[in-house]
């Protein structure tokens, strides 16, 4: 069974602003996301991305005493679909990801896939158009992320 991937706003606004929104589509297809995470991008979202909210405002409510609307409502429908996984980066997010027993990447891990399955020929460009675009990324995590895509 195919996985069902939800993507918080982070990875859209990333990869828009490193012109590389398509990367998504070639190494998920179809992405899900909510109302509020589409609020918080801003722009109008491809076809492949589809809105769907959380049936479970109380999830909402009580994710959002720790964590921003968009990250909150991607976390509840998480939690709503069985065999999904979120794309999260903010560390906070991913720690209640985490404590929630979901299955989540973050932007990174969407470009290292995609080298893993062959869709980049490296992930080297990417880095340092993450970093060029404001995108924090350590050195550790950069050595990291160089290894789990064989660079």
Known sequence: MRKTIISDTS?????????KLELLHDVYGQILTTTEVAKEYGESLPDW???TDPKDKLHIQI???????GEASAIALALEIPNSTIIVD??????????????FTGTLGV??????IGKIKSIKPYLSDLKSAGFRLTEELEGEALK????
Do not use: S
């Open 11 to 19: 990875c859209l606004i990333v990869l828009t602003n490193i012109g």
């Open 49 to 51: 991305i589809e809105i």
């Open 63 to 69: 994710l959002q005493l720790q964590l921003d609307a």
């Open 90 to 103: 903010d560390d906070k997010a991913r720690k209640v990801a985490n404590k929630l027993g979901l299955d």
């Open 111 to 116: 470009i290292i896939k995609a080298k893993v």
């Open 148 to 151: 789990a895509a064989r660079e």
